[in-house]
C-alpha cells in the first residue's frame, strides 16, 4: 500500500521517535485547525466524549470542561473515562468505579444550578475474547451512557513497531480486517449504546494507508455499519481525527451518509477531549456534518432512558 507520493518522514518510523514525531505533526494540526477556528465551538447541546484524569492518556480537569461548558454555551456533557480489560493496556486498573462516579455526580451537583447537565459515562476498550467479562462489569457498575471501542493494544498489528511490517504485502481489506472484525463484534455484543470513533485505525495506518485510500474503498465499511443498524447502536461522529494525521472525523462525512442510507437511525457526537484545551474542539464541524446527512437529532442515554437531544439551530 505505499507508493513514492506518500509521506516520509518519521511518522512512519518505529519506536519513540515515531511516536514523538506523530505527537509533534498532530499538535501542529490542532494549531492550525485553533487558528481557522476548529477551537470556537459554542452553543451546542451535547459532547458526548470526554476524558478527564480518570483516564491514563488525559490531564483535564473535570471542573475545567465544565467552567468552559457553561462559558461557551455546551448543555449538556459525558464524561466517559477508560477502562481496559486487557492487564497490558494502560487503563486496566487505573481509576475505580466508586472514584469516577464520586468526581461525575459530585460535579453534576455543583453545576446543575449553572443550567449545566454532566452524564457519567465510560469508554470500554472491546475485546472479543473478553467479552463476557465486560459484559458481567457493565451489569455490575451501571452507567448513565456507555461507549465501545476498538483502541490498538499491545499485541496489536497497528502499534507502530509493526504495522509497516503487518502492510506489506497485504491487501487493503487485509490491512483493516483485524479492526473491523472487532468493531462488527462491539456492535453485535449489545452491550454498548455507542461505538466509538469507528475507523480510528486510520490514525495509526499513516502514511502506509491513507483516508483516501478508505474512502475509495466504501464496501470495506458495509459490514460495520450493517451491525449497527441491525442492532440499532449507535453511530458516534468523533471529531478527534480533525486534530490528528487523518485530518477528518472517525468516520468521515460519506461514511456517516452511508449508514444513514442503510437505515441507521442513531447518530451521536463526541470531542474525545483528553486536554482542556481540546475541548469542544472540531464540534461544530460534526454538527454540520450530521445535519448534512439528514439527522435532527443526536442519540444518548441518560441512565435508565434513551433519549434524542435535538439538533435544533446550533448548526
Known sequence: MTDPARPTNDVAGRGPSARQARADTEHDIWKAGV????????????????????????????????ALAVERGIAELAITDHVDFDPSMPAYGFASFADRERDVREAGARWASRGLAIRFGVEVTYERRYEEEIGGWLRRHPHDYVIGSV?????SP??????????????????????????????RSGLFDTIGHLDFVKRYLFPHVLPADLAAAPELYEPVLAALVETGTSLEVNVSGLRQLPRETYPAAPIVERYRDLGGAHVTIGSDAHRTEWFAYGLVEA???????GYDALAFRRGDRRVTVPIGHST
Open 151 to 155: 483502541h490498538v493494544s499491545a499485541a
Open 158 to 187: 497497528y502499534k507502530a513497531s509493526r504495522v509497516a511490517a503487518f502492510v506489506a504485502g497485504r491487501s487493503l481489506p487485509d490491512i483493516v480486517a483485524p479492526y473491523f472484525d472487532e468493531v462488527v463484534g462491539a456492535a
Open 35 to 66: 487558528a481557522a477556528g476548529l477551537g470556537d465551538a459554542r452553543d451546542l447541546p451535547l459532547d458526548a466524549h470526554l476524558h478527564t484524569i480518570r483516564s491514563p492518556d488525559a490531564n483535564a480537569m473535570l471542573e475545567a470542561y465544565c
Open 287 to 293: 454538527y454540520r456534518l450530521v445535519t448534512a446527512a
